[in-house]
């Protein structure tokens, strides 16, 4: 697609934004639910690279995570359950000048979304994607989602979660043309700010699965992780996300990752035993749809021009 | 001493390489001059007008079918101009429109011989800049904050030194053939802005290490004799300058840090021979100064050998060329310490 | 030739008898990859320069891999020439020319041959070395000689291989020879035409085919007696020859769209196919989505960030769509829906023509989901209808969909150049700063009307939801605000009507009868009530474009008729069925909305026979009708 930006943009230049510019409606999430860190953190990036806020677009789903964009003050749109990435790839295939976000739930992603998912991943078009993983159906009210562990019991399956959960990373590496891939807790504000920053000066489609605590349902999920550092695996690499300074004395534990490195990658994501932060892949390098199939634009009489052409051929 | 057929084959070359820029500020001429006939379309007309331009709209399925004045009246008007600024909008179509015709062109510049470099790119620039000097003007007419005064020249010329940041980001890329006596590109500076991409195209001998005095952190220089290394330029983040030199001119790259990554200077090639006679104006200290330059910031990089971490895997170049150029680039560095010694 | 109101003579010129006709239909057969395809597209496309009017369509096989020489595998062309502009399919074939016995008799029991037709036969396989095929031959040949046609068998085979190694690849052209000695059309331009359809293979294809060319003229001329005339009274210039797809597909790109997403589904693919040559080159992308949910959600993004977009679907697909399209409406987002029916429920008929969707179209999104559905009832219209429902939906902020057919999808028709006009593609999205405090669903109290904002236009910034929300785009779960919101977005559909013209009835302004369609029937209905009314009988006809919101005056219309009936593609129950009562029946569905809205007692006659009315078969239902209803 061809749209380029118009010059005809009343917008002053100069203009410096402060927090309170990104800030949209009061947040209604539940005391104590992670989501509330995550919006305070994209916020922060906001500020940090200083984006235009009608220059920007939180795309969501449906669900608790996905009423995020009502709380920012860029342009948002919440959509359907499961149907964020399309929308999202609508949108930057038509105007790639804008800044794409988008926050799904772990069942708007990787259930209903799940195909979705899979083929953005591979689109690999500029946006950052973050799936607010709280392991359960938050919204409609605790049915078990396809992350929820193995046994943990909800109202659809009162006796336990039949099947072991779906591993999002593991399962992000697997798919062709996959550019970014990273994890981070929303209980780690600078390591989740310093995630999404990478994220977003990626060059291509970022997924980053966010854990993320929901008070209500799932609280006990993380709460060993939360009070205990040491189960945590600090990936760290100057090409993906360096542990933050702050950070480096309360987790101690360090794994060099070279986010490159796609095999590495996929064996630390496999290993479940341990909750790995950080970027597992990055590769600039990969081919991105919305650049493949950029276009030059044209005037609306050289469309004239061009479509008498083509109808030439049609001509009796 | 190359004709003015090669210089010109070599611009056109450059042309083509470039094609992604001069494409991304054509497509912005386009969006910005429909979106602008729009506005006028919307603001000037009378409600018959608006209608027969609803009927022009709605094509022959409406014809029986649908009301068109009706349809029309259901039409959103537009944001409204005011009267009296039509004129000034219908300048800036213009302005716009002939930019457009102008094609090619308008991402060329030719420095006569003994020329100013500086003002030419600067007078090219200025050109490509009138449409953003038409888009301020409608901004400003539509809000009514217009003043022949201060802004009665932009659609004339919208030089650099006016352009805001946005602005700086959709720069038009600019091909600029000159001298190679002419090659002072120390003034070029101030142009190194945004996404600014410019290509030169040297005709005849040259100063070998000119472009090494814009080597700053955040700017992609190029020598090369290869026209297609300028996709260095075009492709690069930020703004970038290329030459295309003279054979035996230096050829180097320097890449500035992107995220993580940090800045490289590559040397592909160091002259065989000492610059020995000024080049019109510019003198054989001048010439050698700037090589000693390149020398030092190669050095200080930590002196990337050319050839294994060249960013344009310049094949020509071997490891038996990376060898000489690192070799030449260490003599370079020893004659400058001589020279500091003896001066 | 079959019992119409075709002018026929006949007379002897030398030792060929000519017949002369206004119309004639004509059809090519052959199991599929035998060329029969091209042969009659060369000649449709022939007649259609020479000035004949004419309509094509594919004869497509049952199956994809059928084994050759069954008659589930016919396949090929049917071309309906006439002397004036053919608007429809016509009833039964008058010529066949079939590469096997078994695909003509698939046709003879398909009915769709008619009694006194000239039927040209290759008869290799007479004498073929497998005697289950001779076996088959004879029986076949039985069974067609029963039914009182003129059957010539043509040596095509043994003709070809003159010419060529593998004779079932020339045999199209050899076909393509016969038809031109029979129709005299002009070699020239046929030699043209097999030039351009073969353009992009070696010259000496082309050589070769034009050799074949030849060789069935000539055989024809030395062993044929027959000739029809079926002269050619219309002129050809500035005219276009294609399909209602292409159609649609270069309509969009007049109308400015930059966006198609689709997931491929006949009969609807071919549209993409023909925005994947060409859109590119006006900045505009095919996206095949991962599937139809996708597509239709890419085009609600890129409409929703600018030009409005458009997704290409046909049934199945557009079950699948039917949340987005809840959404569009619900978030007022401007949107295109090309759908292209298909024989159904389920995955039906995929390469069935049938008007089975116009419910589902209308009211297939739970929850109250009002937008436009518009039908295109001729090819033409099919290019023009793109243009304008991209103004409706941006316009009126609204989800429209087109209604095509298979009919419409692979009938190939001329229609007169439209002279192209920039101001089709509409105006740039207006992107001026948003002044403060405006809010985003800014409902003109009278209209619903209000203006989008678009990402990127300075004090826009909103979020859109399909959640219920109140002019502030917030979400509101208030009953008076949901109330006042649905009554905004209904309030567009009727202001639409209000600016809609009372259709033009064809025929008397009132009488006994009144035929309504909608649709790709248009030719055919038309054709039926001239017949009827050439009779004497008192019948109009009357065809909708609009369906939603659906156009006006027609209560006062149908006041002035005696009876008004539907006449549709899809399916209706009969009252002469076992348990079928008044109470019961199960209409058509075009029947259905004119009866909820005007209250008049619209009865309906409709067939989901997998193919297009015939006119022939809607002249009987006009007289039953008539007689029926006493007024004859
Ligand atoms: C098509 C459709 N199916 C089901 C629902 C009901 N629904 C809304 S949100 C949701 C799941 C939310 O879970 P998740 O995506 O993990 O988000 P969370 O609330 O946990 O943030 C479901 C099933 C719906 N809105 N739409
Ligand atoms: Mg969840």
Same mark, same amino acid.
């Given at each position: 697609m061809s749209h380029s930006c118009s010059l005809l943009a009343p917008?002053? &230049?100069?203009? &410096?934004?402060h927090l309170d510019d990104y800030e949209g409606a009061r947040?209604?999430?539940? *005391?104590?639910c992670g989501d509330h860190s995550v919006l305070t953190a994209a916020q922060r990036l906001l500020v940090d690279e200083q984006l235009k806020p009608e220059e920007t677009v939180f795309v969501s789903g449906i669900g608790c995570s996905s009423r995020f964009p009502h709380y920012m003050k860029t342009y948002g749109f919440h959509g359907l359950h499961g149907r964020a990435l399309p929308v999202a790839t609508g949108i930057k295939l038509h105007r790639p000048d804008l800044n794409v976000f988008v926050v799904m739930g772990d069942g708007d992603c990787v259930s209903i979304g799940a195909g979705h998912w899979v083929h953005a991943t591979r689109y690999n078009v500029d946006m950052v994607a973050m799936m607010l993983d709280n392991n359960i159906y938050g919204l409609t009210k605790m049915q078990t989602s396809p992350t929820t562990p193995q046994g943990y019991k909800s109202n659809t399956q009162p006796q336990g979660s039949w099947l072991p959960a779906l591993n999002p990373i593991e399962a992000t590496l697997g798919i062709t043309n996959a550019s970014f891939v990273a994890q981070t807790a929303e209980w780690i504000p600078a390591h989740l700010f310093a995630t999404l920053q990478a994220a977003y000066r990626h060059n291509g489609f970022a997924f980053v699965r966010v854990l993320q605590r929901c008070p209500v349902f799932t609280a006990d999920i993380y709460m060993d992780a939360v009070r205990n550092p040491e189960m945590i695996d600090m990936l760290d690499h100057p090409d993906g996300v360096p542990v933050p300074e702050s950070l480096r004395q309360i987790y101690p534990n360090h794994l060099r990752h070279d *986010?490159?490195?796609?095999?590495?990658?996929?064996?630390?994501?496999a290993d479940t035993s341990r909750i790995r932060l950080g970027v597992f892949f990055r590769d600039e390098g990969l081919p991105r749809y919305e650049e493949t199939r950029h276009l030059p634009a044209h005037t609306a009489d050289d469309k004239i021009r061009i479509l008498n052409e083509e109808l030439d051929q049609y001509a009796v | 001493m190359p004709s003015e057929k090669k210089s010109e084959e070599l611009a056109s070359r450059a042309l083509e390489v470039l094609g992604r820029p001069r494409e991304e500020f054509r497509s912005t001429l386009i969006v910005t001059s429909e979106e602008l006939r729009s506005l006028l379309d919307a603001g000037s007309a009378t409600a018959e007008a608006r209608a027969a331009r609803t009927a022009a709209e709605l094509g022959a399925f409406a014809v029986g079918h649908i009301d068109i004045e009706k349809f029309s009246s259901f039409q959103q008007k537009g944001a409204a101009v005011p009267v009296s600024e039509a004129p000034r909008l219908d300048a800036a179509s213009r302005?716009? #429109? $002939?930019?457009?015709?102008?094609?090619?062109?308008?991402?060329?510049? #030719?420095? $006569? $011989?003994?020329?100013d470099l500086r003002d030419s790119v600067s007078h090219g620039l200025g050109r490509a800049g009138r449409a953003f000097g038409a888009a301020r003007t409608v901004e400003l007419a539509r809000s009514g904050k217009y003043d022949e005064e201060v802004?009665?020249?932009?659609?004339?010329?919208? @030089? @650099? $030194?006016?352009?805001n940041r946005r602005e700086w980001e959709l720069a038009p890329p600019l091909i600029v053939e000159v001298d190679g006596a002419d090659l002072r590109p120390g003034g070029l500076m101030e142009f190194l802005d945004g996404n600014q991409k410019i290509v030169l195209v040297v005709r005849g001998p040259a100063p070998p290490a000119a472009l090494a005095r814009l080597i700053t952190p955040g700017v992609t220089v190029l020598q090369t004799e290869d026209p297609a290394e300028l996709s260095l330029v075009a492709e690069a983040e930020g703004p970038a300058i290329g030459a295309l030199m003279p054979p035996d001119s230096c050829r180097f790259v320097h890449v500035p840090a992107t995220g993580e990554g940090r800045a490289r200077l590559t040397v592909h090639h160091m002259p065989d021979e000492e610059p020995k006679r000024a080049l019109g104006g510019i003198s054989v200290f001048q010439q050698a100064d700037a090589l000693r330059h390149l020398a030092t910031l190669a050095a200080g990089w930590g002196l990337a050998a050319?050839?294994?971490v060249g960013p344009s895997g310049d094949g020509a170049s071997g490891p038996a060329g990376a060898a000489t150029a690192a070799d030449k680039l260490a003599a370079w560095i020893l004659r400058q310490a001589d020279l500091q010694e003896a001066g | 030739m079959a019992e119409d109101t075709a002018v026929k003579t006949r007379e002897q010129t030398g030792r060929a008898q000519v017949i002369r006709s206004t119309q004639c239909t004509v059809e090519v057969v052959s199991d599929s990859g035998e060329g029969a395809q091209k042969c009659g597209q060369t000649f449709g496309a022939v007649s259609a320069k020479m000035g004949n009017g004419v309509w094509t369509v594919e004869i497509i096989p049952a199956e994809i891999q059928p084994p050759p020489r069954s008659p589930a595998g016919a396949s090929g062309n049917r071309i309906r020439i006439g002397e004036r502009v053919v608007t429809n399919w016509g009833d039964r074939t008058n010529v066949c020319i079939a590469f096997n016995e078994q695909v003509l008799l698939a046709r003879h029991r398909l009915d769709a041959i008619e009694d006194d037709a000239i039927l040209l036969v290759e008869n290799m396989w007479a004498t073929h070395s497998d005697e289950d095929i001779r076996a088959e031959w004879t029986a076949a040949m039985e069974e067609l000689g029963g039914a009182g046609y003129r059957i010539i068998e043509v040596p095509m085979e043994q003709e070809c291989l003159t010419v060529v190694d593998n004779a079932r690849k020339g045999k199209n052209m050899f076909a393509l020879g016969i038809l031109c000695w029979m129709f005299d059309r002009d070699m020239d331009l046929t030699r043209e035409q097999i030039a351009h359809a073969f353009r992009k293979k070696a010259a000496e294809i082309t050589e070769r085919n034009h050799q074949l060319l030849e060789l069935g003229y000539a055989w024809a001329?030395?062993?044929?007696d027959v000739r029809i005339d079926v002269r050619p009274g219309l002129s050809a210039e500035n005219t276009l020859v294609m399909n209602g797809n292409q159609a649609a597909a270069f309509g969009a790109v007049a109308a400015g769209m930059e966006m198609a997403a689709m997931y491929p589904i006949t009969p609807a693919t071919s549209v993409s196919h023909q925005l994947g040559e060409i859109f590119y080159k006006f900045g505009g992308i095919v996206h095949q989505a991962e599937d139809e949910i996708a597509a239709v959600g890419v085009a609600i993004g890129a409409s929703y960030s600018g030009k409005v977009a458009f997704t290409i679907t046909s049934g199945p697909g557009l079950a699948l769509k039917t949340e987005f399209l809840g959404l569009s409406v619900m978030a007022e987002i401007p949107l295109v829906v090309v759908d292209v029916q298909r024989g159904g429920p389920s995955t039906g008929l995929p390469t069935k023509v049938e008007q089975s969707d116009l419910l589902a179209a209308l009211f297939g999104q739970p929850g109250d989901a009002?937008? =436009? =559905?518009? !039908?295109? !009832?001729?090819?033409?219209?099919?290019?023009? !209808?793109m243009i304008t429902a991209r103004r409706i939906a941006e316009t009126f902020r609204t989800l429209v969909v087109v209604m095509t057919d298979a009919n419409l999808a692979t009938g190939v028709q001329p229609f007169p150049r439209p002279t192209l006009d920039p101001a089709w593609q509409g105006s740039a999205p207006d992107m001026s700063a948003i002044p403060e405090g405006k809010p985003p669903y800014d409902w003109d109290e009278a209209t619903g009307l209000s203006r989008r904002f678009i990402p990127g236009t300075p004090g826009g910034m909103h979020t859109l939801t399909g959640l219920a929300h109140d002019g502030n785009s917030r979400v509101a779960y208030a009953s008076a605000i949901n109330q006042k919101s649905s009554e905004m977005r209904s309030r567009k559909m009727a202001v639409l009507q209000s600016t809609l013209r009372p259709p033009e009835v064809y025929g008397a302004e009132s009488g006994d009868l009144l035929v309504v369609g909608w649709g790709s029937t248009k030719g055919a209905i038309e054709e039926a009530v001239d017949r009827a009314r050439a009779e004497g009988v008192s019948v109009s006809s009357l065809h909708l474009r609009f369906l939603s919101p659906m156009e006006p005056g027609l209560k006062a219309i149908f006041s002035r008729f005696k009876k008004v009936m539907t006449v549709e593609i899809n399916y209706s129950d009969e009252l002469d069925m076992p348990y079928i009562t008044e109470e019961n029946r199960r209409r058509g569905q075009l029947a259905w909305l004119l009866r909820a809205q005007t209250l008049v007692d619209v009865d309906c006659w409709t067939r989901v026979l997998g193919e297009p009315l015939r006119p022939g078969a809607i002249h009987d239902v006009i007289r039953s009708n008539v007689s029926k209803g006493g007024a004859a």
């Amino acid at each position: 697609m061809s749209h380029s930006c118009s010059l005809l943009a009343p917008v002053d &230049e100069d203009q &410096e934004f402060h927090l309170d510019d990104y800030e949209g409606a009061r947040a209604r999430w539940c *005391p104590g639910c992670g989501d509330h860190s995550v919006l305070t953190a994209a916020q922060r990036l906001l500020v940090d690279e200083q984006l235009k806020p009608e220059e920007t677009v939180f795309v969501s789903g449906i669900g608790c995570s996905s009423r995020f964009p009502h709380y920012m003050k860029t342009y948002g749109f919440h959509g359907l359950h499961g149907r964020a990435l399309p929308v999202a790839t609508g949108i930057k295939l038509h105007r790639p000048d804008l800044n794409v976000f988008v926050v799904m739930g772990d069942g708007d992603c990787v259930s209903i979304g799940a195909g979705h998912w899979v083929h953005a991943t591979r689109y690999n078009v500029d946006m950052v994607a973050m799936m607010l993983d709280n392991n359960i159906y938050g919204l409609t009210k605790m049915q078990t989602s396809p992350t929820t562990p193995q046994g943990y019991k909800s109202n659809t399956q009162p006796q336990g979660s039949w099947l072991p959960a779906l591993n999002p990373i593991e399962a992000t590496l697997g798919i062709t043309n996959a550019s970014f891939v990273a994890q981070t807790a929303e209980w780690i504000p600078a390591h989740l700010f310093a995630t999404l920053q990478a994220a977003y000066r990626h060059n291509g489609f970022a997924f980053v699965r966010v854990l993320q605590r929901c008070p209500v349902f799932t609280a006990d999920i993380y709460m060993d992780a939360v009070r205990n550092p040491e189960m945590i695996d600090m990936l760290d690499h100057p090409d993906g996300v360096p542990v933050p300074e702050s950070l480096r004395q309360i987790y101690p534990n360090h794994l060099r990752h070279d *986010p490159l490195n796609l095999s590495a990658a996929r064996d630390l994501a496999a290993d479940t035993s341990r909750i790995r932060l950080g970027v597992f892949f990055r590769d600039e390098g990969l081919p991105r749809y919305e650049e493949t199939r950029h276009l030059p634009a044209h005037t609306a009489d050289d469309k004239i021009r061009i479509l008498n052409e083509e109808l030439d051929q049609y001509a009796v | 001493m190359p004709s003015e057929k090669k210089s010109e084959e070599l611009a056109s070359r450059a042309l083509e390489v470039l094609g992604r820029p001069r494409e991304e500020f054509r497509s912005t001429l386009i969006v910005t001059s429909e979106e602008l006939r729009s506005l006028l379309d919307a603001g000037s007309a009378t409600a018959e007008a608006r209608a027969a331009r609803t009927a022009a709209e709605l094509g022959a399925f409406a014809v029986g079918h649908i009301d068109i004045e009706k349809f029309s009246s259901f039409q959103q008007k537009g944001a409204a101009v005011p009267v009296s600024e039509a004129p000034r909008l219908d300048a800036a179509s213009r302005t716009l #429109r $002939s930019l457009l015709e102008l094609g090619d062109d308008l991402y060329f510049v #030719r420095v $006569s $011989s003994g020329g100013d470099l500086r003002d030419s790119v600067s007078h090219g620039l200025g050109r490509a800049g009138r449409a953003f000097g038409a888009a301020r003007t409608v901004e400003l007419a539509r809000s009514g904050k217009y003043d022949e005064e201060v802004h009665g020249g932009w659609l004339d010329s919208f @030089p @650099p $030194s006016l352009w805001n940041r946005r602005e700086w980001e959709l720069a038009p890329p600019l091909i600029v053939e000159v001298d190679g006596a002419d090659l002072r590109p120390g003034g070029l500076m101030e142009f190194l802005d945004g996404n600014q991409k410019i290509v030169l195209v040297v005709r005849g001998p040259a100063p070998p290490a000119a472009l090494a005095r814009l080597i700053t952190p955040g700017v992609t220089v190029l020598q090369t004799e290869d026209p297609a290394e300028l996709s260095l330029v075009a492709e690069a983040e930020g703004p970038a300058i290329g030459a295309l030199m003279p054979p035996d001119s230096c050829r180097f790259v320097h890449v500035p840090a992107t995220g993580e990554g940090r800045a490289r200077l590559t040397v592909h090639h160091m002259p065989d021979e000492e610059p020995k006679r000024a080049l019109g104006g510019i003198s054989v200290f001048q010439q050698a100064d700037a090589l000693r330059h390149l020398a030092t910031l190669a050095a200080g990089w930590g002196l990337a050998a050319a050839g294994d971490v060249g960013p344009s895997g310049d094949g020509a170049s071997g490891p038996a060329g990376a060898a000489t150029a690192a070799d030449k680039l260490a003599a370079w560095i020893l004659r400058q310490a001589d020279l500091q010694e003896a001066g | 030739m079959a019992e119409d109101t075709a002018v026929k003579t006949r007379e002897q010129t030398g030792r060929a008898q000519v017949i002369r006709s206004t119309q004639c239909t004509v059809e090519v057969v052959s199991d599929s990859g035998e060329g029969a395809q091209k042969c009659g597209q060369t000649f449709g496309a022939v007649s259609a320069k020479m000035g004949n009017g004419v309509w094509t369509v594919e004869i497509i096989p049952a199956e994809i891999q059928p084994p050759p020489r069954s008659p589930a595998g016919a396949s090929g062309n049917r071309i309906r020439i006439g002397e004036r502009v053919v608007t429809n399919w016509g009833d039964r074939t008058n010529v066949c020319i079939a590469f096997n016995e078994q695909v003509l008799l698939a046709r003879h029991r398909l009915d769709a041959i008619e009694d006194d037709a000239i039927l040209l036969v290759e008869n290799m396989w007479a004498t073929h070395s497998d005697e289950d095929i001779r076996a088959e031959w004879t029986a076949a040949m039985e069974e067609l000689g029963g039914a009182g046609y003129r059957i010539i068998e043509v040596p095509m085979e043994q003709e070809c291989l003159t010419v060529v190694d593998n004779a079932r690849k020339g045999k199209n052209m050899f076909a393509l020879g016969i038809l031109c000695w029979m129709f005299d059309r002009d070699m020239d331009l046929t030699r043209e035409q097999i030039a351009h359809a073969f353009r992009k293979k070696a010259a000496e294809i082309t050589e070769r085919n034009h050799q074949l060319l030849e060789l069935g003229y000539a055989w024809a001329d030395e062993n044929l007696d027959v000739r029809i005339d079926v002269r050619p009274g219309l002129s050809a210039e500035n005219t276009l020859v294609m399909n209602g797809n292409q159609a649609a597909a270069f309509g969009a790109v007049a109308a400015g769209m930059e966006m198609a997403a689709m997931y491929p589904i006949t009969p609807a693919t071919s549209v993409s196919h023909q925005l994947g040559e060409i859109f590119y080159k006006f900045g505009g992308i095919v996206h095949q989505a991962e599937d139809e949910i996708a597509a239709v959600g890419v085009a609600i993004g890129a409409s929703y960030s600018g030009k409005v977009a458009f997704t290409i679907t046909s049934g199945p697909g557009l079950a699948l769509k039917t949340e987005f399209l809840g959404l569009s409406v619900m978030a007022e987002i401007p949107l295109v829906v090309v759908d292209v029916q298909r024989g159904g429920p389920s995955t039906g008929l995929p390469t069935k023509v049938e008007q089975s969707d116009l419910l589902a179209a209308l009211f297939g999104q739970p929850g109250d989901a009002p937008h =436009v =559905v518009m !039908a295109p !009832a001729t090819i033409e219209e099919c290019f023009h !209808a793109m243009i304008t429902a991209r103004r409706i939906a941006e316009t009126f902020r609204t989800l429209v969909v087109v209604m095509t057919d298979a009919n419409l999808a692979t009938g190939v028709q001329p229609f007169p150049r439209p002279t192209l006009d920039p101001a089709w593609q509409g105006s740039a999205p207006d992107m001026s700063a948003i002044p403060e405090g405006k809010p985003p669903y800014d409902w003109d109290e009278a209209t619903g009307l209000s203006r989008r904002f678009i990402p990127g236009t300075p004090g826009g910034m909103h979020t859109l939801t399909g959640l219920a929300h109140d002019g502030n785009s917030r979400v509101a779960y208030a009953s008076a605000i949901n109330q006042k919101s649905s009554e905004m977005r209904s309030r567009k559909m009727a202001v639409l009507q209000s600016t809609l013209r009372p259709p033009e009835v064809y025929g008397a302004e009132s009488g006994d009868l009144l035929v309504v369609g909608w649709g790709s029937t248009k030719g055919a209905i038309e054709e039926a009530v001239d017949r009827a009314r050439a009779e004497g009988v008192s019948v109009s006809s009357l065809h909708l474009r609009f369906l939603s919101p659906m156009e006006p005056g027609l209560k006062a219309i149908f006041s002035r008729f005696k009876k008004v009936m539907t006449v549709e593609i899809n399916y209706s129950d009969e009252l002469d069925m076992p348990y079928i009562t008044e109470e019961n029946r199960r209409r058509g569905q075009l029947a259905w909305l004119l009866r909820a809205q005007t209250l008049v007692d619209v009865d309906c006659w409709t067939r989901v026979l997998g193919e297009p009315l015939r006119p022939g078969a809607i002249h009987d239902v006009i007289r039953s009708n008539v007689s029926k209803g006493g007024a004859a």
